[in-house]
């Protein structure tokens, strides 16, 4: 079973930065996409960072110039938040989506994981 562990949320005053890094164990394959999507209070996840496996990566308009993703591409991705602002306040979550061909026709299956979670809190 999948599992992806998550970690480096925590509190920082705005203008702040923090690290999340989030490890995929439990298999041997290699991920198709993985990266972060948040959740703030009373609002709907919305993507911040993916990154694929060919090394394109798509982050939020918002988000585009503070946060930065990258991966070592043995199923660990690093998400930076830099100059952080109060709105940035949300549970971030780790996704990980892995494709796997399942025939000599070239069939695949696909599956989604999400991580538990991790609390981003910029306050004063």
């Known amino acids: 079973q999948v599992q992806l562990v998550e970690s480096g949320g925590g509190s920082v005053q705005p203008g702040g930065s923090l690290r999340l890094s989030c490890s995929a164990s439990g298999t041997r394959d290699s991920f198709n996409v993985m990266g972060w999507y948040r959740q703030a209070p009373g609002k709907e996840r919305e993507l911040v960072a993916l990154?694929?496996?060919?090394?394109?990566t798509n982050i939020a308009g918002s988000m585009k110039d503070r946060f930065s993703i990258s991966t070592d591409y043995r199923n660990t991705v690093v998400l930076q938040l830099n100059s952080l602002k109060a709105e940035d306040t949300a549970t971030y979550y780790c996704y990980a989506k892995f494709q796997r061909v399942v025939n000599v026709e070239g069939a695949t299956t696909t599956k989604v994981y999400w991580g538990l979670g991790t609390l981003v809190t910029v306050s004063l």
């Open positions: 990154v694929t496996s060919g090394g394109g």
